[in-house]
């Protein structure tokens, strides 16, 4: 991690444990908000007006919280407006890094190696982890935010006409169930995938085990009895966000973190509302099987020999 702007330490993927042995990821820093007008948004200071060309994305294609960008960035047909640069997969001693892994890039933007120094660019004296995804302001040659719960509601509403303003994924009117849908759905099963893999004592495993399972049970009979999304006919942010933990799991969580007692192939209707949403327009360009299994599996302290598995076989989701 960075300490003053200084990368300290070869890279490890579990900063902090709770009392229990539990993983717990960093909070976010930089949370300023792109906006139609420039004035400020819910956190930070104004000063980001949408503009095409202006700014850039530097994501994982490994990360579900980068994905989440990714997968709005492609429904809000941003594309032409917002640049993108996609780092190796697997993760170095000095954190993302930037090369010539098949589907990654060079950083042509800045010039950097690691995404470490997009920090230290964009403030000489970070301390915390240098996390994907970063929204990067190429006119102030900061970062915007790297949160991106905050980057996927200003890629939906921050761009205005820029955008497809008929794509909504953050509806007035569903406003309550989504924020409820998330609120349980990240700890139990977004985040709660990391639990049960960077767990460090048996307790806190299990705990977050059942956690996931319970959460896919129900998950499991509501997409069965209603859908085809979560909150009914329309698709919004809480089925991107849930989406990018079901495309990873059979590939990853399953094996690497431990998420054994069934795969998302042996759910009927979460298999078939993964494969509803892939078929999306433009999702499925924004997921590599390829880099997520390189990435997790690259995981020192979880796979030292960094072997990466052949399986699963994907084709019945066409991948
Ligand atoms: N709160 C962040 C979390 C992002 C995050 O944890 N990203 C991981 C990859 S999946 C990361 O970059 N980890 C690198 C590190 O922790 O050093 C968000 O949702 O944007």
Avoid at 144 to 164: C, K, P, Q, T, W
Avoid at 235 to 254: H, N, P, Q, S
Wanted: proline fraction near 5%; charged fraction near 20%; glycine fraction near 8%.
């Amino acid at each position: 991690m960075l300490v003053n702007g200084k990368w300290t330490e070869d890279w490890q993927p579990v900063q902090a444990t709770d009392a229990k042995g539990g993983f717990v990821r960093q909070v976010s820093s930089f949370r300023n908000w792109v906006t139609p007008d420039g004035s400020a948004g819910p956190t930070g200071e104004s000063g980001f007006q949408a503009e095409a060309g202006r700014y850039h994305l530097y994501v994982a294609l490994i990360c579900p919280w980068a994905s989440r960008t990714l997968i709005t960035r492609k429904l809000k047909t941003l594309d032409d407006v917002i640049s993108v640069s996609v780092v190796e997969p697997a993760l170095s001693d000095q954190g993302w890094r930037f090369g010539d892994f098949p589907g990654a890039n060079r950083d042509d933007l800045n010039g950097a190696s690691y995404v470490h120094e997009i920090y230290t660019r964009a403030d000489a004296t970070f301390t915390g982890r240098a996390t994907v995804p970063v929204l990067w302001d190429k006119e102030r040659k900061t970062i915007v935010n790297n949160e991106s719960a905050d980057i996927v509601r200003m890629l939906n509403s921050g761009f205005g006409a820029l955008a497809d303003e008929s794509v909504d994924l953050y509806p007035e009117a569903l406003r309550n169930d989504i924020d409820a849908l998330n609120e349980r759905i990240y700890p139990s099963l977004n985040n709660g995938v990391y639990r049960t893999g960077f767990a460090t004592t048996q307790v806190a495993y299990e705990e977050a085990f059942h956690g996931v399972f319970a959460m896919l049970d129900e998950l499991e009979t509501r997409l069965a009895a209603s859908g085809p999304f979560l909150t009914g006919g329309t698709f919004t942010e809480a089925d991107i966000r849930l989406f990018v933990t079901l495309i990873r799991f059979d590939a990853a969580y399953y094996g690497l973190f431990k998420c054994n007692r069934q795969r998302l192939a042996d759910y009927p209707a979460l298999s078939a509302y993964t494969k509803r949403v892939l078929d999306l327009p433009g999702v499925r360009d924004t997921v590599s099987i390829d880099h997520i299994k390189h990435g997790y599996y690259s995981i020192k302290s979880l796979n030292p020999h960094r072997i990466v598995p052949v399986g699963p076989d994907l084709s019945a989701l066409g991948l």
